[in-house]
């Protein structure tokens, strides 16, 4: 069992900044891909940004320059720093993982989902 636990959401101004955390735990043998989406009442999940496990980045058009993702693969964690937030930022916020248990499968997994506000 694999469990993807995210925090770090919450309220903020237009312009400032919050950083998003997404730690996995459970039977990980290793994690590939992780990345941030998010999805807004009554639209489809859209890839926020993603790393690999070298640490190649890929980002959103919408956030590029804004938002920087990272992770600490001894803490099987990512995070997202987001800055110079707008209001159309506002929306629920998503971690992924793919990742390899000890049975050799590999399975995509997701956070819970936080919510981010961005007030004008």
């Known amino acids: 069992q694999v469990h993807l636990v995210e925090s770090g959401g919450g309220l903020v101004q237009a312009g400032g900044s919050l950083r998003l955390s997404c730690a996995a735990s459970g039977s990980i043998f290793s994690i590939n891909d992780m990345g941030w989406y998010r999805q807004a009442p009554g639209k489809q999940r859209v890839l926020v940004a993603a790393?690999?496990?070298?640490?190649?980045?890929n980002y959103a058009a919408s956030v590029k320059g804004r938002f920087t993702i990272s992770r600490d693969n001894a803490k099987n964690t990512v995070y997202l720093q987001m800055n110079s937030l707008k209001p159309e930022d506002t929306t629920v916020y998503y971690c992924n993982a793919r990742i390899r248990d000890y049975s050799g499968a590999v399975h995509d997994y997701w956070g819970q989902g936080t919510q981010v506000t961005v007030s004008s």
């Open positions: 790393i690999t496990s070298g640490g190649s980045t």
